[in-house]
């Protein structure tokens, strides 16, 4: 293959990732009553492993509709402006606090009814993961 065309195809797969709406994401969920520690981390097209406070490790695939599914939701750009927002302390005890990564991206929060401003989008994405991944039919 000459030169130019080499370069060209390594050009084409290079804007090809870098236009990819997919994004790392990762789940951290601690605390709740037993005071869970789990970590679950999802790849661009969907492969995903989560590992536990006791360091157990499990991994699977997430089908394509699962993965559209969270990428979608990944995708709401409520998430960066949840991100930018500063929270009072909580008003529940032994709920979950979770941290959401997507891309650069981290919102931090605790599942609390009770707390006003709840993250929305960032709360169905991490509800979302857990779903089809450590905890299905959730």
Not at 74 to 84: Q, T, V, W, Y
Not at 114 to 137: E, H, N, Y
Request: glycine share 8%; aromatic share 6%.
């Amino acid at each position: 293959m000459p030169v130019y065309e080499q370069n060209t195809v390594r050009e084409l797969t290079s804007l090809s990732q870098d236009t990819d709406p997919a994004q790392n994401i990762t789940v951290e969920r601690t605390g709740g009553f037993a005071g869970v520690k789990d970590t679950i981390d999802v790849a661009p097209h969907g492969s995903w492993t989560a590992a536990n406070k006791r360091g157990i490790r499990r991994t699977g695939e997430l089908t394509p509709e699962q993965n559209t599914r969270i990428q979608t939701l990944a995708a709401d750009p409520r998430i960066a402006a949840e991100a930018g927002r500063s929270r009072p302390p909580t008003r529940c005890r032994d709920a979950y606090s979770y941290v959401v990564t997507v891309g650069a991206v981290r919102v931090a929060f605790v599942d609390c009814p009770a707390d006003a401003d709840q993250p929305a989008a960032s709360l169905a994405l991490s509800k979302q993961v857990l779903g089809f991944t450590i905890r299905p039919g959730l």
